[in-house]
């Protein structure tokens, strides 16, 4: 009996939706370093985190900027503090909505947009309020465990 390997080059290769490549193309030319994932996302990094932007669906009139997991909730006491620090941050910016889901914590931003190349007007500002939010939570959760 002879042992054959994984032959991974016959995987499929993941094809960009127009919106992802469009998505792709404009966040290069703002000096990000984009990539693809496998679901058909678009993730890059900004000042030390990771973000995607959901355009698996090519609809690129809806604008998903998501922050995914970036604080982990370790019982429910914590899960509750979580809760707390998302209203705090939701006082202090009016963009985005914090997500306390039962083992972490996650952000996003959505909004539709009026036309297809609209996402290149709103993206940034929007990764920068998503970004303020996000410090915002995590200001909050720092400040409970100091008291």
Do not use: C
Request: avoid cysteine; glycine fraction near 4%; proline fraction near 6%.
């Amino acid at each position: 009996m002879t042992e054959t390997k994984s032959d991974f080059t016959s995987l499929p290769e993941i094809i960009p939706t127009p919106y992802a490549s469009a998505v792709l193309d404009f966040l290069a030319e703002e000096g990000f370093r984009p990539n693809l994932d496998e679901d058909g996302d678009v993730y890059f990094r900004f000042e030390g985190m990771t973000y995607v932007v959901i355009t698996r669906t090519d609809e690129p009139t809806v604008l998903t900027l998501l922050l995914p997991p970036f604080w982990p909730l370790e019982d429910a006491a914590e899960r509750t503090r979580a809760l707390e620090a998302a209203m705090v941050a939701h006082r202090h910016v009016r963009i985005g909505r914090v997500t306390v889901l039962d083992d972490n914590v996650v952000a996003s931003v959505n909004a539709y947009l009026p036309d297809e190349n609209s996402f290149r007007a709103v993206l940034l500002s929007s990764l920068d309020g998503l970004k303020y939010l996000a410090l915002k939570f995590r200001e909050h959760m720092h400040a409970q465990l100091e008291n």
